[in-house]
């Protein structure tokens, strides 16, 4: 899976259609997801976790496998 037709602010969805977030960037093979609804911290989804592209991004896992395997992006505060 290529990043080219995945661009930011496009909802991800999981293979059910239950909305993930969305995309807040693509770095290197993974996109960065913006889930507000359960942390503030970005999260990373490998590319080859997508399905297909259209308006939104469709992954080929369930919402369960996702928050699995998921990656949290580290933040640094100042102090």
Known sequence: MT???IHEW???LDCSGAY???VESIEGQTIK???GFFEDA???LPLEW???VDQRVHLNKTSVQVYDAWE???TMTGG
């Open 72 to 74: 949290v992006v580290a």
């Open 3 to 5: 990043a080219e037709n």
């Open 10 to 12: 496009m909802e991800v």
């Open 50 to 52: 997508v399905d297909r």
């Open 42 to 44: 970005p999260h990373l």
């Open 20 to 22: 993930m977030g969305v």
């Open 33 to 35: 997801l913006r889930n």
